[in-house]
Structures are given as structure tokens and as C-alpha cells.
């Protein structure tokens, strides 16, 4: 009882107090630390003392109205990344291109098919697949619009397509700036839709070439094989991939109570939804002589014959509102925010919020950030942060500026997860289990230290805004702990950093030693 | 009572193990230690390797019922010709880019499991590896994996880092779980890196001392195994490593992974259990037949596997390679010269102390009255039968009830993959 009286006038300290009974005596620079750990990529040096001073909650507010924020700064780097000038209509020249010079190596009797292709148009290729990757991970260190950027890298992987996958090579950029981006934080009907129409998605899961058990097309299919001669094709047949990971995964959630018999059956509803040409890069389309024109029943719910693309949409709005649907989204987002096994009490808030307003993802978010489960002190530092977290945050955390040079998506890729190259449909995994290991520690420890120790081209550290230079190791230990880890590192880390920098001489040495430590230290793997 | 093999292994001595442990223990922990820097082949231990076919590979076209007419029936564009098949038994044949494995099957090191796979339905990729790698198909609440739990049962090797490891970077499902285990993505880059080798010591020692002051729950556990294995590497030097008996390891990361597996069975560190994935098996659009996509795949796994035999030459007597994946596919090909998730797959097992030369397991046919759900190649073995085969008689492993629990182990059921 007594306790309960305690935490109640504790809650009175606290920013606002939205919460109740979990209630944690969290001081503003707490509540600060704690939001920017989640809501963005880990604090850049002077930020969780903004954020504390300016309100935590109105913090939160302004980052759910992601285009009220100014992001200028973001957008002048963005000019920087030559790739998002071209279309996914040129991406597909380039690849082609690629494949030309590529056969025609062959041809001249170059057979070392191993050895890299330095052809200038090969090499441009790279580079650009390189700044797809960077840009992720630029926008995610640099951008003001933090949660945003949290939530498309959200969705990335909810939505997980595989880059690598022939003309998901060149889909794949598209999908990101053209699908993922604009609806993150709108309504996940529209997002879904838009997936669902979306020629990475259609080719990555083969929905593209899913037609109707005996339907021909009125015109002949011809398809290239190896040596350049144009063949024509058999006609094809159904195929269950795209459905299967739609009511798994997209939607219902494996336990969401479908069969079999309804992965059959979506299939048959989405048989003709097609990309036109897209070996050329080309757009959806919907091919009518490739639906299958009887009647479908899914969950239950009969699908007419006769409404060709109508009955995709249809069915589509139905999984998006459908109450599996609902709670598998808002388990994985409270998952993602506030702890790798989600408590119940923030997934039934989340899905209030969704039911009272149709699936606004930022009123979604807004219930869990409200929430007492969000709050609670035993969800704070609890989760670890996965190879894309680490990375950017320790790009905040030192104030780099990283440009185009790929050499941060080249660490995220180094610990574990090469951007947009997960091959299955799940998308990367967000518990902790996944990430943490032996192997990938040590990974993540010579990471730190190189990024302080400013040895990484195109992202080096300025770590001037942490501390300055400076011969006494108590102050610098100090200002690490304040700026870098928000006033949680532990005894035992300082005296470990203090005797570490003791006998260095030279204080810039020091002080990216310390910094490399505590970024390669337990404590700043949590978030 | 619970050791840590942690405090054994920083001790650098038997003096703690005066404890309840048998004898056999002992003489192989303090022996384990002392094989540190020179390898010798003093003692031999059995060492299992499994390799995940990540997307369920076509068992079909992998170990192939060239004797069925109707399999020709069912795949017009993708069977493999007669002709191309190198013939096992008249009836099952490899697949031709496998070719390489058939001088290991006439020395009776290699055995094909067929009509294998899980006893629950799920056709979808993710369930059905959850399932094989937790050991628990049909439920999806088990936390570990069950090479984990084997190596939390059998302590009786539980004295090295490198006991157990997924070739990686990351630690896979079937290694979750409370008992220490390993993931290397590459083996001569593991460690701290330092241009010098003294200033590396000290950025190792300087983490290691953060970890074990502040780290708490999984980084706790995971930094421990982590410096302890640096510091067990640094003595055998694998940047030294040169493949024996002329073994060419296939480019990729399947070829890197075995030639470290071998790198690390022959530095005798301890290695029990290595674990890698192979992926690119989910061939829904032109798989191909003797040529084509699953061809290349299959060829990778062919080279591996005989480089690996190769590498190892005699060491090869104790160690059994197990592959797995989630399930098969189709028996007719799709409309896209493809095939769609099906049920049951095929398994190979390699080694010495295989039972070889045979393709085992209760062959269902492929008559569409037997196929399951008429579509699908039965399932006449649960996989667990193999795996608890190869566990028993190749690991030694006695209590088999925590391993897969839920399911007796019963030796009558053995597939008959280890010769006893």
C-alpha cells in the first residue's frame, strides 16, 4: 500500500502524468533519454537536455506530425545520393545494361564469371545498389523527422522485399520512395493496398506471374533466355506465395485462423494482378484474361464472381480491418516501442486506438506512447538495439554527418543485417535473441571504436559536441555518461573507461578510446 | 549441479572439477586444454554438422525416383532425364550436379533419408523451420532449439567456447537456448582488431572487464563465450589454414563455412556441434532441370560436401554432416516450371560412422492416393527420428526426453542412418 502512495506522488514529478499505476519516478532528462531511445535513433549530443527542457510529450506530439517538422538540413543531403534521380524505369536500362556487358564478357571468352565486373556501367551499378543502403542509413542518422524514419524502417521490414531477387533490383528503390515512405505513418489500409499493387512486391512474392489454371493471354508471351534469343513462353499457372505471406504475415498474423483452403483462395482473388513489362521497370497492371472468374469464399466471406481487380481491393480491406489483422499489427508495433514480449495492456491499448479510427497508425502510436506499459521503468533499457540501432545510434551519439560513402550500411551489413537483403518474407527479426551472440558483440565492439576513433570515411565522429579535450578523465568520463549514454553507465564501466584513458598522454587519444568504449560497452547496446 | 565451463576454461586447470563429475570428464576436459596449441589426433570425439536448406529444397530433384514413370508424368519441363541421373540403386538416382557424392555413397559414408519432414501440415517456410529448429512441430511457444537442448542435456562436452558454433551472423534457432553456443561470420576476422597485437590484447581486456562489471542477462552470457573464444583462437591461428589432400572448396558462403567447420574439427578446440545455412532452395519459378537454378545450388552443396569429406581425410571417421529442410515441394511442377510448398523432402547424412550406400526410410510412392493432401510426398519419417538417431548413436546422447519433448525417441522407429 505504502508503496503504491509513493509512486503516486512520484508520478506528480513527471512530465505530464499520462501514467498511472506502472508509474515510474522517471525525472524529465530520464523521460528525454528514454523517448529519443525509441521514438528516434539514440540522442545526438545536447539533445536529451532539449528535449527534457522543451516537455517530452510535446516532443512525442510533434514527431507524431512528421511533415510539420522542418527537415531541410536531411533534404540537402538527400540531393547528394545520385540515385534517387532516376526512376525505376531507368534503374532497369542500367540493369540491363549491366547484363549486356555482362554476356558479352562471356562471349569474348572471359570465364572468370567470379571476378568482379569493373565495367564502368557494372561499377555505377553497385555504387547505386551501395547509396540505397547508405541512404536508409543517413536519413536515419540525420533527419529531424526521427520516428518517421523509425517507422519506415518499421514497415521495410513488416513489407520485408528482397533486393537482390532479379527485377527487385531495381524495383526495390522504387518501393521504398514510393510505397513505404508516403503512407508510414497514415492509415495501414492504404499502405497495404499499396504493397499489394506495388511491382517489388508483385515480383518478390511471384504474384506477377500468378494466373488462373487454364487461362491464356490473348497475345503471345515471349521471354529472353541466356543467349539473347526471345522464346515464347508456357502459360502459367496459379501461385500461392504472395497469399500465403499475405494472411501470415501482412495481415492476420499465423495464428489469425486461416487455412489452406483460404491461402487457395486469395490466391485465386489475386490472379491477375501483374506488372506491365517489368523487365522494363513497368507499373502494375491488372490482367483481366489472367483472373479466375468463379466465385472465392475467404473467412467465410463470399467473393463474387465477376469484379475482377474489385475483389482484390475488396478483400484486401477486409484483412486490413479484419481483428487478427488488428492485434498482430499493434503486438509488433508495441514490440518494436516498448519491449520484445509486448504486455497485454499496451496491445489492447494500441488496438483501441486502431478500431476508433480505422487504422491511423499515428493515433495507433500515440496510445502506445501515452501508455503506462511505455513508461514503466522496467521496459526502460530493456530491449537491445538491433545492427541498424547500433549503428545509427552511435552515428548520433558522435555526432558523425555521414554522406553518400556507403561505409555505415556496410556495418549494419557487417553485424547482421544488410539492408533490404533479408531474403524471406518475415523481415528482420526485432527480438533481442536474434541479434545478441558472441560474434556479433565483438562486431559491434570494433565497430565503436573505429567509428570514434574517426576511421570511417564519409562518417567521421566530432567529438568536440560530447566532450572536450580535456587531460582530466573524471570530467570527460562525465560528459560521456551525460551525452552518450543519458546518466546510465554504471560504476564499474567508469572505472574501467578511467583506467583505460589513465595513461594515455595524448587527450584526443583519450577521449576516442573513452567514446569507443562506452559505444562498444553494454550499456549503449540497450536502448 | 550446473559447471561453467567459463570457470574451467579461465582457470586454466582440473583443480575445480573435483565435483561429481565422472572420470571419462575429466581426462577429456583436461585434455581438451592441452590440445590447445598443438592439434593431435590423440583422441577422437564424435562431432556433428548440420546443414539447414533454407527455402525446402525439391527432395525430388535432389535424390530422384528416376525408376517412377509417373515422376516424369508430373514434371514435364523439370525432371531430370534418365539419362542424366547417376543411379543409386535403380530406382533413386542424384541428381547429376551431385555427381561429385558418389564416390562417398559407394564407400558406404553416404545415406539419403527420403519421404522426410515434420508431422504438422504447415506449408509455410517460417513455421515449418521454427518447427524443425525447435523440435516441437505444431508448437510455436518453445523458446529454444533443440541442438541447444542437446547441448544443455550432454554437459559431458561442455568444456570450450567452440563447442558449439553456427558458421554465420547469427545465431540461428535450433542454437537458441541457455547453453553457451557460438555464432562466426568469419572466423580470421573474430576478435577485437588493433593494428598492433598489444594494443589489441589491451582493447580485449578492456572489454572484457565492461562486459563482466555492468553486462546483464543475454549480453552478459554471450560477451563471456565471446572472450573465451578469442582467447582459445588466438593459440591455433586459423589465418594459416590451408585446406589438405588437394579439397577445393566451392566460392560462397557455403564453401567458407565448411572449410572453417573443417578448420575448427582439425585445430581440436573442442568443436562438438557446427551449424550453417545454405539458402536459395524456394525454386517456385524455373527451377530447372539437369541445368538451372536448383542445378547451381546443387552443385555448391555437392563441391562442399566433398571438399569437406576431402579436407578431413581419416578425421572424417568421427564426424556425421546432417542436412535438413523445412519441407519438400510439389510433386507436378506449377504453371511457372517451378514448384509450391509440399510436405514431405529428402535428407542427406554423410560421414564415417554412417550407415551408407542406402536410401533409407519407408518410401511412400508417388501414386496420387498415398501423396498427402493429394499433392505432396508423404511423410513416412518424422524428422525427429533422424535426428534422434543421429543424436543416440552418433552423439551418444542417452536422455533424449528433454530434447524433443513431447515425442518418445524409439529406436525401432531409427530411420537406421549410424552404423551400430
Known amino acids: 500500500m505504502k508503496t503504491r502512495v509513493l509512486l503516486a506522488i512520484a508520478t506528480v514529478a513527471a512530465p505530464a502524468g499520462v501514467w498511472a499505476q506502472h508509474a515510474a519516478p522517471l525525472l524529465p532528462?530520464?523521460?528525454?533519454?528514454?523517448?529519443?531511445?525509441?521514438?528516434?535513433?539514440?540522442?545526438?549530443?545536447?539533445?536529451?537536455?532539449?528535449?527534457?527542457?522543451?516537455?517530452?510529450?510535446?516532443?512525442?506530439?510533434?514527431?507524431l506530425a512528421p511533415d510539420q517538422i522542418d527537415d531541410e538540413a536531411l533534404a540537402g543531403r538527400e540531393r547528394e545520393f545520385d540515385v534517387l534521380k532516376y526512376d525505376r524505369g531507368d534503374l532497369a536500362r542500367l540493369y540491363a545494361e549491366v547484363q549486356r556487358a555482362r554476356q558479352e564478357r562471356k562471349r569474348m571468352g572471359d570465364t572468370a564469371a567470379d571476378k568482379p565486373d569493373d565495367s564502368p556501367v557494372a561499377v555505377k551499378g553497385r555504387r547505386f545498389a551501395a547509396q540505397v543502403q547508405q541512404l536508409a542509413v543517413v536519413r536515419a542518422a540525420l533527419s529531424q523527422r526521427q520516428l518517421y524514419e523509425v517507422m519506415v524502417d518499421f514497415?521495410?521490414?513488416?513489407?520485408?522485399?528482397?533486393?537482390?531477387?532479379?527485377?527487385?533490383?531495381?524495383?526495390?528503390?522504387?518501393?521504398?520512395?514510393?510505397?513505404?515512405?508516403?503512407?508510414?505513418?497514415?492509415?495501414?489500409?492504404?499502405?497495404?493496398?499499396?504493397?499489394?499493387?506495388?511491382?517489388?512486391?508483385?515480383?518478390?512474392?511471384?504474384?506477377?506471374?500468378?494466373?488462373?489454371?487454364?487461362?491464356?493471354?490473348?497475345?503471345?508471351?515471349?521471354?529472353?533466355?541466356?543467349?539473347?534469343?526471345?522464346v515464347r513462353t508456357a502459360p502459367k499457372g496459379i501461385n500461392e506465395n504472395y497469399a500465403r505471406e499475405l494472411l501470415e504475415l501482412h495481415t492476420l498474423g499465423v495464428d489469425g485462423g486461416y487455412g489452406q483452403h483460404d491461402v487457395i483462395e486469395v490466391a485465386r482473388i489475386f490472379t491477375g494482378w501483374s506488372i506491365r513489362r517489368p523487365q522494363q521497370g513497368g507499373d502494375f497492371e491488372f490482367h483481366d484474361w489472367a483472373h479466375d472468374t468463379g466465385d472465392?469464399?475467404?473467412?467465410?466471406?463470399?467473393?463474387?464472381?465477376?469484379?475482377?481487380?474489385?475483389?482484390?481491393?475488396?478483400?484486401?480491406?477486409?484483412?486490413?480491418?479484419?481483428?487478427?489483422?488488428?492485434?498482430?499489427?499493434?503486438?509488433?508495433?508495441?514490440?518494436?516501442?516498448?519491449?520484445?514480449?509486448p504486455p497485454d495492456g499496451c496491445v489492447d491499448d494500441a488496438v483501441a486506438a486502431w478500431q476508433r479510427t480505422r487504422g491511423d497508425i499515428r493515433e495507433v502510436l500515440r496510445a502506445i506512447f501515452h501508455g503506462p506499459d511505455f513508461w514503466s521503468t522496467v521496459n526502460v533499457r530493456a530491449k537491445v538495439k538491433t545492427p541498424l540501432e547500433f549503428v545509427v545510434s552511435a552515428a548520433r551519439a558522435t555526432a558523425a554527418d555521414p554522406d553518400t560513402t556507403p561505409r555505415l550500411a556496410q556495418m549494419v551489413a557487417r553485424l547482421g543485417e544488410p539492408l533490404y537483403l533479408h531474403v524471406a518474407p518475415d523481415g528482420?527479426?526485432?527480438?533481442?535473441?536474434?541479434?545478441?551472440?558472441?560474434?556479433?558483440?565483438?562486431?559491434?565492439?570494433?565497430?565503436?571504436?573505429?567509428?570514434?576513433?574517426?576511421?570511417?570515411?564519409?562518417?567521421?565522429?566530432?567529438?568536440?559536441?560530447?566532450?572536450?579535450?580535456?587531460?582530466?578523465?573524471?570530467?570527460?568520463?562525465?560528459?560521456?555518461?551525460?551525452?552518450?549514454?543519458?546518466?546510465?553507465?554504471?560504476?564499474?564501466?567508469?572505472?574501467?573507461?578511467?583506467?583505460?584513458?589513465?595513461?594515455?598522454?595524448?587527450?584526443?587519444?583519450?577521449?576516442?578510446?573513452?567514446?569507443?568504449?562506452?559505444?562498444?560497452?553494454?550499456?549503449?547496446?540497450?536502448? | 549441479m550446473t559447471i561453467s565451463r567459463r570457470v574451467f576454461v579461465k582457470s586454466g586447470g582440473i583443480a575445480l572439477f573435483s565435483v561429481g563429475l565422472d572420470p571419462l570428464f575429466l581426462a577429456r576436459a583436461a585434455l581438451g586444454l592441452d590440445r590447445l596449441s598443438p592439434p593431435s589426433t590423440a583422441l577422437s570425439r564424435p562431432i556433428l554438422v548440420c546443414l539447414f536448406q533454407r527455402g525446402a529444397v525439391d527432395g525430388l530433384n535432389?535424390?530422384?525416383?528416376?525408376?517412377?514413370?509417373?515422376?516424369?508424368?508430373?514434371?514435364?519441363?523439370?525432371?531430370?532425364?534418365?539419362?542424366?541421373?547417376?543411379?543409386?540403386?535403380?530406382?533413386?538416382?542424384?541428381?547429376?550436379?551431385?555427381?561429385?557424392?558418389?564416390?562417398?555413397?559407394?564407400?558406404?559414408?553416404l545415406a539419403a533419408i527420403h519421404a522426410i519432414g515434420s508431422p504438422d501440415a504447415?506449408?509455410?517456410?517460417?513455421?515449418?523451420?521454427?518447427?524443425?529448429?525447435?523440435?516441437?512441430p505444431g508448437v510455436k511457444a518453445t523458446p529454444d532449439g533443440w541442438l541447444n537442448r542437446y547441448c544443455r542435456h550432454d554437459r559431458e562436452h561442455q568444456d570450450t567456447p567452440f563447442r558449439a558454433v553456427a558458421f554465420g551472423p547469427e545465431l540461428p534457432r535450433i542454437l537458441a537456448g541457455s547453453a553457451p553456443s557460438l555464432a562466426i561470420a568469419d572466423l580470421q576476422a573474430f576478435g577485437l582488431r588493433a593494428p598492433q597485437p598489444a594494443a589489441r590484447d589491451r582493447l580485449t581486456r578492456a572489454f572484457e572487464e565492461l562486459y563482466a562489471g555492468?553486462?546483464?542477462?543475454?549480453?552478459?552470457?554471450?560477451?563471456?563465450?565471446?572472450?573465451?573464444?578469442?582467447?582459445?583462437?588466438?593459440?591455433?591461428?586459423?589465418?594459416?589454414?590451408?585446406?589438405?589432400?588437394?579439397?577445393?572448396?566451392?566460392?560462397?558462403?557455403?564453401g567458407k563455412a565448411m572449410l572453417e567447420i573443417a578448420q575448427l574439427i582439425k585445430a581440436d578446440v573442442g568443436l562438438q556441434v557446427a551449424f550453417a545455412d545454405v539458402t536459395g532452395w524456394d525454386t517456385h519459378v524455373n527451377q530447372g532441370a539437369s541445368e538451372g537454378q536448383l542445378a547451381a545450388r546443387l552443385s555448391e552443396l555437392g563441391q562442399a560436401l566433398t571438399a569437406?569429406?576431402?579436407?578431413?581425410?581419416?578425421?572424417?571417421?568421427?564426424?556425421?554432416?546432417?542436412?535438413?529442410?523445412?519441407?519438400?515441394?510439389?510433386?507436378?511442377?506449377?504453371?511457372?516450371?517451378?514448384?509450391?510448398?509440399?510436405?514431405?523432402?529428402?535428407?542427406?547424412?554423410?560421414?564415417?560412422?554412417?550407415?551408407?550406400?542406402?536410401?533409407?526410410?519407408?518410401?511412400?510412392?508417388?501414386?496420387p492416393a498415398n501423396r498427402f493432401e493429394g499433392r505432396d510426398v508423404a511423410v513416412t519419417t518424422d524428422f525427429r527420428d533422424l535426428f534422434a538417431e543421429v543424436l543416440a548413436r552418433h552423439l551418444g546422447a542417452r536422455d533424449l526426453s528433454t530434447v524433443f519433448p513431447g515425442f518418445t525417441a524409439d529406436p525401432t522407429r531409427f530411420p537406421g542412418a549410424i552404423s551400430g
Not at chain 1, 598522454?505 to 568504449?517: E, I, T
Request: aromatic share 8%; charged share 25%; net charge negative.
Open chain 1, 29 to 63: 532528462r530520464d523521460s528525454a533519454s528514454h523517448a529519443l531511445n525509441r521514438l528516434a535513433y539514440g540522442p545526438r549530443p545536447g539533445e536529451i537536455e532539449r528535449v527534457a527542457r522543451a516537455g517530452v510529450l510535446r516532443w512525442i506530439d510533434a514527431q
Open chain 1, 155 to 230: 514497415w521495410t521490414n513488416h513489407f520485408n522485399v528482397y533486393f537482390a531477387k532479379g527485377a527487385d533490383r531495381f524495383l526495390t528503390p522504387d518501393y521504398i520512395e514510393h510505397t513505404i515512405r508516403p503512407r508510414a505513418m497514415g492509415r495501414f489500409e492504404d499502405l497495404l493496398i499499396a504493397t499489394a499493387k506495388s511491382p517489388a512486391m508483385l515480383f518478390y512474392l511471384d504474384n506477377w506471374e500468378s494466373v488462373a489454371p487454364g487461362a491464356s493471354p490473348p497475345f503471345p508471351l515471349f521471354a529472353r533466355r541466356r543467349g539473347g534469343q526471345a
Open chain 1, 296 to 341: 472465392k469464399q475467404v473467412l467465410g466471406t463470399e467473393f463474387e464472381r465477376g469484379h475482377g481487380m474489385d475483389e482484390g481491393i475488396r478483400l484486401l480491406k477486409l484483412l486490413a480491418n479484419h481483428a487478427a489483422t488488428i492485434h498482430h499489427v499493434s503486438r509488433k508495433l508495441c514490440q518494436r516501442f516498448v519491449s520484445d514480449d
Open chain 1, 428 to 527: 528482420y527479426p526485432e527480438k533481442e535473441d536474434a541479434w545478441v551472440n558472441s560474434g556479433a558483440l565483438l562486431d559491434r565492439m570494433n565497430a565503436a571504436v573505429v567509428l570514434a576513433a574517426g576511421r570511417l570515411p564519409g562518417a567521421v565522429a566530432t567529438l568536440d559536441s560530447i566532450a572536450p579535450v580535456t587531460a582530466d578523465p573524471q570530467q570527460l568520463i562525465a560528459d560521456i555518461d551525460d551525452e552518450i549514454l543519458g546518466g546510465t553507465m554504471s560504476e564499474n564501466t567508469k572505472r574501467v573507461i578511467g583506467g583505460q584513458v589513465s595513461d594515455i598522454k595524448d587527450p584526443v587519444q583519450a577521449r576516442a578510446l573513452a567514446v569507443g568504449l562506452a559505444i562498444g560497452g553494454p550499456e549503449f547496446q540497450r536502448q
Open chain 2, 62 to 109: 535432389m535424390i530422384v525416383p528416376h525408376g517412377d514413370p509417373l515422376y516424369y508424368r508430373e514434371r514435364p519441363r523439370i525432371a531430370v532425364p534418365g539419362t542424366d541421373v547417376v543411379d543409386l540403386d535403380g530406382y533413386f538416382g542424384l541428381h547429376p550436379r551431385l555427381a561429385a557424392l558418389k564416390p562417398l555413397w559407394d564407400s558406404k559414408r
Open chain 2, 122 to 136: 504447415t506449408r509455410s517456410h517460417f513455421d515449418a523451420q521454427d518447427y524443425m529448429e525447435s523440435g516441437t
Open chain 2, 214 to 254: 555492468s553486462a546483464t542477462g543475454l549480453l552478459s552470457t554471450s560477451s563471456q563465450e565471446a572472450f573465451q573464444a578469442v582467447q582459445m583462437l588466438q593459440r591455433v591461428d586459423p589465418t594459416q589454414y590451408q585446406p589438405a589432400n588437394g579439397a577445393d572448396y566451392p566460392r560462397g558462403k557455403l
Open chain 2, 308 to 367: 569437406f569429406a576431402q579436407d578431413l581425410g581419416d578425421k572424417l571417421d568421427d564426424v556425421v554432416v546432417l542436412t535438413m529442410s523445412e519441407f519438400g515441394r510439389t510433386v507436378r511442377e506449377n504453371g511457372n516450371s517451378g514448384t509450391d510448398h509440399g510436405h514431405a523432402t529428402a535428407m542427406l547424412v554423410l560421414g564415417g560412422p554412417v550407415n551408407g550406400g542406402r536410401v533409407l526410410g519407408k518410401w511412400p510412392g508417388l501414386d
